[in-house]
């Protein structure tokens, strides 16, 4: 079984930044992909950034490339999202997940999720 528990959500100026942490729990972290994926009041999960096993393949959303950045260190059992210049239209509840086949931008294949952690931008 594997747990995914996020943290560093908070309250941010626009134009600031954020690092979001997912601690995974479980002994075969190394052989799981990882995304970030994040959802708004009234709206759909949608993607957000993935990392595959080896950190090696990093796959962003349009909305977010150039500011947001994915990592993971698998001797610590870590994820991480740093989010840099955000932007109004990013406040959300962002969730890690992680899925033990190639991962990428559908949520479907993502067999283990965390509980979130929210993240509000203000102007």
């Known amino acids: 079984q594997v747990q995914l528990v996020e943290s560093g959500g908070g309250l941010v100026q626009a134009g600031g930044s954020l690092r979001l942490s997912c601690i995974v729990s479980?002994?075969?972290?190394?052989?799981?992909?990882m995304g970030w994926f994040r959802q708004a009041p009234g709206e759909e999960r949608e993607f957000v950034a993935s990392?595959?096993?080896?950190?090696?393949?990093?796959n962003y959303a349009d909305s977010v490339k150039d500011r947001f950045t994915i990592s993971r260190d698998n001797a610590k059992n870590t994820g991480a999202l740093q989010m840099n210049s955000l932007k109004p239209e990013d406040p959300a509840v962002y969730f890690c997940?992680?899925?033990?086949?190639?991962?990428?931008?559908?949520?479907?294949?993502?067999?283990?999720w965390g509980r979130g952690t929210q993240v509000t931008v203000f102007s």
């Open positions: 990392i595959n096993w080896s950190g090696g393949r990093t």
């Open positions: 479980g002994r075969m972290f190394k052989n799981y992909a």
């Open positions: 997940a992680a899925d033990l086949g190639p991962g990428g931008a559908v949520s479907a294949l993502y067999e283990y």
